[in-house]
């Protein structure tokens, strides 16, 4: 359970038992029985604008948002932000991309819900700490059970 090493024992035996029992896709099934039409670079697009608007209103802008089928290596990312600086004649302009791994067009609507409000927080905030995951759990109050079940996830789809 390579996903799980930073939980507590508790946790990762308990899905362990999911595993052993082969009921770990039936636990995500029922917990997560919403699927999504969110299937293209276009509708990922409004999908993650929605939410921004929705929590991050006075946020800087992003100016693109899209699936990215190289976001293959599971371990190192699920969803990247970027920030490029550009000289436009004599001002500097900021821009902002969010990529999301193409495996989350078939995920469940609450885990791609889970990553593009990880994906919106580092809007604001770089570094994973303390504010970080304040503002994950504002937009997302179970924010810490999805990562966990996203985790779980990956795990069942044998990633």
């Known amino acids: 359970m390579k996903y799980l090493s ?16 082969n009921r770990l896709g039936d636990y995500l099934c029922n917990k997560y029985p919403a699927s999504h039409s969110v299937n293209s670079d276009k509708a990922l697009y409004q999908f993650v604008m929605e939410m921004k608007n929705r929590y991050l209103k006075k946020s800087s802008p992003i100016s693109k948002v899209c699936f990215d089928k190289t976001l293959r290596n599971v371990e190192s990312a699920l969803g990247t932000h970027t920030r490029a600086s550009r000289v436009q004649g ?11 791994a193409t495996l989350f067009k078939e995920a469940p609507l609450g885990l791609l819900e889970m990553i593009v409000v990880h994906e919106l927080a580092h809007v604001k905030e770089t570094e994973h700490n303390k504010s970080f995951y304040q503002l994950c759990c504002h937009m ?8 966990l079940d996203m985790r779980l996830y990956l795990h069942w789809f044998g990633l």
Do not use: F, M, N
Not at 90 to 100: D, H, M, S, T
Not at 140 to 147: A, C, M
């Open 90 to 100: 004599g001002k500097l302009k900021a821009k902002k991309e969010i990529r999301i």
């Open 140 to 147: 997302l109050p179970d924010y810490h059970q999805r990562e």
């Open 6 to 21: 930073g939980y507590p024992t508790h946790i990762i035996s308990q899905a362990q038992r999911l595993v052993d029992e």
